[in-house]
């Protein structure tokens, strides 16, 4: 009985090991069909290689800009104008950033309409409809932000690269043209909104000094407890800057329609001052929480106050926003640097034929190889598995080849 024990384990290795993948075998293979092997890599690799050479050399030129510093500045003023609250939007208020303003200006047809314009691309390109010399720019020109420094990158890819450059160049040069006409359009509208605005301020804040005067005139001047009169002050300056953000929401309104980002963070914007007035005030609209149990005299006399206060800080946050946008309006200059100007590059970018070439012959060779295992398996198939093939073409209405179902 012990003697047959080994004899069982042996024929158990034995089996095992028939079952397992014979690498040699597998090598065996491949190298019994290395010609096939050779030939398709082979075939591939002239085949690619005359396909590059049949493929225009493109030239790639690059232009880089930078927003300027000073316009930077501009912006976080425009934000200190609506004082400690401008947070509740956070940075979104502005929109988008400048740099990605920029890249959806530069993918613009109004952009596209000037560099055609500029450098006649109509005839260059020998077409009869912008339309078509519009696709032929997407497919040529690359826009990019770096999400760290800033920096918008215009790269624009031609057969020549003379050419490349020059709508390279011209794309700085439009951009920087629009952005001094938009400064320029925008500032007036706003200024226009703003003048509108601070007049009829002007005039409600003479109006509730005046109801003011007579009321103290009249009655005399009334102490207010302390927290009063930080509570007015608070209610104030948020009224002041509700004023201020509709009448951004207005002038933004005529340069966007409702669903723009912009006007959405600016009607978000107004709904959070809104509802931090009516914390304040109460619902109504009209109390002033916590000044105790003021008589009805006092309680008139801190209405009045509250308007005046209100009125007053709307006049001064209201006139230094239009001496803002009345400078903004003169301001001709171009809002972003030229950190590099886009040149004739020396250089082909594409197509890279050598590494064309590689790739193509790799693959190639893979397939020869996975090839050469069909072919194999083809050559040894037993008899019953031939018949089943033979029934799958049959069902299938598929002819097999000859050479694959021979017996």
């Avoid at 409600?204 to 109801?211: C, P």
């Avoid at 002033?288 to 006092?298: F, K, N, R």
Wanted: aromatic share 6%; glycine share 6%; net charge positive.
């Amino acid at each position: 009985m012990s003697s047959q024990q080994p004899a069982n384990s042996k024929t158990t290795l034995l089996s095992s090991r028939d079952k397992e993948i014979n690498l040699l075998d597998l090598l065996l293979v491949i190298v019994k069909r290395k010609n096939m092997v050779f030939r398709i890599s082979c075939a591939a690799a002239l085949l690619t290689a005359a396909f590059s050479l049949l493929l225009p050399n493109i030239y790639t030129s690059t232009a880089l800009i930078v927003p300027a510093q000073e316009e930077k500045g501009v912006a976080g003023a425009m934000l200190n104008q609506l004082g400690g609250l401008a947070g509740l939007a956070g940075a979104s208020i502005v929109g988008k950033t400048q740099e990605e303003l920029y890249v959806t200006m530069l993918k613009s047809e109004a952009m596209k309409d000037r560099v055609i314009d500029q450098l006649n691309l109509m005839k260059r390109f020998d077409k009869d409809y912008r339309s078509d010399v519009y696709k032929l720019l997407d497919s040529c020109s690359v826009f990019t932000t770096g999400k760290k420094d800033g920096v918008v990158t215009i790269s624009v890819e031609d057969r020549n690269p003379q050419w490349a450059a020059a709508i390279a160049n011209a794309y700085v040069n439009q951009l920087g043209s629009l952005t001094v006409n938009l400064n320029v359009t925008g500032s007036g509208k706003s200024r226009s909104f703003l003048e509108r605005r601070l007049s009829s301020a002007k005039g409600d804040l003479a109006q509730s000094e005046e109801m003011l005067k007579l009321f103290q005139a009249k009655n005399k001047t009334l102490n207010m407890p302390e927290q009063v009169k930080a509570t007015i002050a608070g209610v104030a300056q948020l009224r002041a800057q509700l004023a201020s953000q509709e009448v951004r929401l207005a002038a933004l309104k005529l340069q966007f329609t409702d669903s723009a980002p912009e006007v959405k963070t600016a009607k978000a914007f107004i709904g959070n001052l809104k509802a931090q007035i009516d914390q304040i005030e109460g619902t109504g609209g009209g109390s002033i929480p916590s000044v105790g149990s003021i008589p009805d005299l006092g309680q008139e006399y801190v209405r009045l106050m509250r308007d005046f206060k209100i009125q007053e800080s709307i006049v001064e946050i209201l006139s230094k926003q239009y001496e803002l946008a009345k400078i903004n309006e003169t301001k001709d200059v171009v809002s972003f640097q030229v950190l590099q100007t886009a040149k004739s590059p020396e250089r082909k970018s594409k197509p890279k034929r050598l590494l064309m070439v590689l790739l193509a012959t790799g693959t190639a060779f893979f397939i020869g190889i996975f090839l050469a295992f069909v072919r194999e398996y083809a050559e040894t198939m037993p008899d019953e598995d031939k018949d089943r093939w033979r029934e799958i073409g049959t069902f299938a209405k598929v002819r097999l080849p000859r050479k694959f179902l021979k017996n």
